[in-house]
């Protein structure tokens, strides 16, 4: 399985970003997608997950009511809308995918995650 993100850049404060994930296979096979960020000299932080076969998405509180994940069935794609975009966002943003099902208390932990991209660079300035 691989994945492709992409959609990263630089943006003021306040602005907008939609990041884009591309999958190699078919969205559905997957349980879980999600993003995750990290910043220089910082650990992994989780930021949204979805589970491909329903449910509802969960965000980290950093991003809660800012940022919306989604999916394009058809086009394998699962995006990451950033809305009203702060400093402290700065980060290089991954995409992930889990093929097993695992529980909800765990979905935010990216050591759970089996499948990585490479990464996308997204910073804000103020």
């Known amino acids: 399985v691989q994945l492709q993100a992409s959609g990263g850049g630089l943006v003021q404060a306040g602005g907008s970003l939609r990041l884009s994930c591309a999958v190699s296979?078919?969205?559905?096979?997957?349980?879980?997608m999600g993003w995750f960020r990290q910043a220089p000299g910082k650990e992994r932080e989780f930021v949204a997950t979805?589970?491909?076969?329903?449910?509802?998405?969960y965000y980290g509180d950093s991003v809660k009511g800012r940022f919306t994940i989604s999916r394009d069935i058809a086009k394998n794609i699962v995006y990451l809308q950033m809305n009203s975009l702060k400093p402290e966002d700065t980060a290089v943003y991954y995409c992930?995918?889990?093929?097993?099902?695992?529980?909800?208390?765990?979905?935010?932990?990216?050591?759970?995650?089996?499948?990585w991209g490479q990464g996308t660079q997204v910073t804000v300035s103020s």
């Open positions: 992930a995918a889990r093929a097993q099902r695992i529980v909800l208390s765990a979905v935010r932990d990216f050591r759970q995650y089996n499948y």
């Open positions: 296979e078919r969205t559905f096979s997957m349980w879980h």
């Open positions: 979805a589970a491909m076969r329903g449910g509802n998405p």
